[in-house]
T-cell receptor, first 115, second 112 residues
Framework: EAQVTQNPRYLITVTGKKLTVTCSQN?????MSWYRQDPGLGLRQIYY???????DKGDVPEGYKVSRKEKRNFPLILESPSPNQTSLYFC??????????????FGAGSRLTVL | GQSLEQPSEVTAVEGAIVQINCTYQ??????LSWYQQHDGGAPTFLSY????GLEETGRFSSFLSRSDSYGYLLLQELQMKDSASYFC?????????????FGTGTQLKVEL
């Protein structure tokens, strides 16, 4: 089954404790992206990657890091989480062709709480 | 940067037709797409327009006017299961590639 898998689905952590949210896709998609979703603010892009070793900042990159060493994986790293990073996080992927680029497939989401 | 505006909430009755509008301001426009998200779930792709006009997919249609920086999602024969949030999103070209920016979403409530 074609899918985007992210883990963990739920996490409660404390301020300053480094954490990584993993994301993996099995569709051979070039494009991958991370979004956070907060009430009333919609989906805001954190980072995106056009292909292996190519990453770029989205609209809210502060406090986050990403890497794209393999095509299928795009982990999100919070080096020193803070309470304002409490949110619902979605990983997504798509092809990069003209039409395919608009068709994102999303993971199920990771709900993160930072105390 | 990019900005998108869509109504925060729309209410309609089962069997009716509803239109959710989206206006955008951006440079390097590459396409307008629509996503549906049920409470607690992940967004799922509904429709996409790169060129002006209407795209129809079953009960859902999407329209784009690039000259007006405007699009809409049309839902026909509304069903209770259509109660969800609907997001418009624009794909724009950037120096390093392209990015997809979402609006804040429209919550659709379908009533009996």
């Amino acid at each position: 089954e074609a899918q985007v898998t992210q883990n963990p689905r739920y996490l409660i952590t404390v301020t300053g404790k480094k954490l990584t949210v993993t994301c993996s896709q099995n569709m051979n998609h070039e494009y991958m992206s991370w979004y956070r979703q907060d009430p009333g603010l919609g989906l805001r892009q954190i980072y995106y990657s056009m292909n292996v070793e190519v990453t770029d900042k989205g609209d809210v990159p502060e406090g986050y890091k990403v890497s794209r060493k393999e095509k299928r994986n795009f982990p999100l790293i919070l080096e020193s989480p803070s309470p304002n990073q409490t949110s619902l996080y979605f990983c997504a992927s798509s092809p990069t062709g003209l039409s395919g680029a608009n068709v994102l497939t999303f993971g199920a989401g990771s709900r993160l709480t930072v105390l | 940067g990019q900005s998108l505006e869509q109504p925060s909430e729309v209410t309609a009755v089962e069997g009716a037709i509803v239109q959710i509008n989206c206006t955008y301001q951006t440079s390097g426009f590459y396409g307008l797409s629509w996503y549906q998200q049920h409470d607690g779930g992940a967004p799922t792709f509904l429709s996409y327009n790169a060129l002006d006009g209407l795209e129809e997919t079953g009960r859902f249609s999407s329209f784009l006017s690039r000259s007006d920086s405007y699009g809409y999602l049309l839902l026909q024969e509304l069903q209770m299961k259509d109660s969800a949030s609907y997001f418009c999103a624009v794909r724009v070209l950037t120096g390093g590639g392209n990015k997809l920016t979402f609006g804040t979403g429209t919550q659709l409530k379908v009533e009996l």
